[in-house]
């Protein structure tokens, strides 16, 4: 795609999810084996802030408080690639174990080996995340690939979706925008077709389909540059077929970066209120971190451990959890995409998430 070639050599965040599509890309092993590849080093990583004992302090005392906790009781994940070194390192068993200690109830996938050297088994993954008290709650895939033979929604729909089904996953989703066929709004209205395709498939083996989000889905069409891309996918899937599982941090940053249209005309928006405008269609969200810093171009964010940055979990999550059945129907999977230390970032994260209460604090 020529709009992908011209960018990804300047541009951190694409630069980042490329190298991450190559990461699950990887195709899987004819007898379900899906030996996807190892984790690929991302292009540019995110200025990282320390695990210091002050921020940690810091992190506590803003979930401090008396009231119900903020993070409904069984729906706390993680996405493995924050964890893809020590996943590499020390092999799945040992990084469940930690996780389970850590007060985590679910784990999204990032591929299926993820550095381990494999072969491992779907039936294997399977029982060593079932046996330390974990559940799989999805997993990332390509969206589409020049390679037919590539393991992609788009190149190979029944592996991919026979896998998940195989591993018991109630969802299987693409951290891939719809960039296919450009940011025009007919070309955004193509992937949407096929992304109702995919869910529509997903949907025969009782799993929901669902896209992550970046910062960019928030632009603004190059041929109507008054109409927002999101809202395209919003409006040209359908609700019961697509899904959509927000990265916070990065729809923070589209906040930054796209309130304005390319005319120089206000464009403000909130992501909680496409959360709060169609929350069944938002069963997973990435709980991702930040520092607002002008001086971090183009983002305005720097990111950081869950707790230590600028973004409001407590106002977003209680806010979801007020929703019909809201503490019942979302998932809340933690990430980092470059800790300083991987398994220090999980247990703080979750120390953070579980102290945050509904009166009090911030």
Known sequence: MNRTRRT??????????????????????ATAAALLGAAATPAAAAVEAGGSSAGSAAADSRGAGHGRPVLPPGRLGIQLYSLRDKIASLGFAAVFAELRRFGYDEVEYAG??????GPLTLAELKRLTRDHGLRGIGSHVGYYASDPGAYTFAQNLDRVLDDAAALGLPHIGTASGPWRYGATVDGWK????EFNRFGAEARKRGMKFYQHNHSEEFSFAT???DVRLYD??????????????MDVFWAYVGQYRYSTRPDGTPAPFDPLDYVLAQPHRYPLFHVKDGDRDDSAVPYGYRMTDVGDGDIDYRRFISAVNRTRHGRHAHHWQAERDNPVDSLDFARRSSAHLHSLREKGGR
Do not use: F
Request: glycine residues 8%; contains cysteine.
């Open 8 to 29: 990804e050599a300047t541009d951190p965040e694409l630069s980042h999810r490329l190298s991450r599509r190559n990461m699950l890309g990887v195709a899987a092993g």
């Open 112 to 117: 299926y080996t993820q550095g381990t050297g």
């Open 190 to 193: 193509r992937c949407a077709e």
């Open 223 to 225: 041929d109507r540059p």
């Open 232 to 245: 395209v996918l919003l409006a040209e899937t359908d609700p019961d077929l697509v899904h959509l599982e």
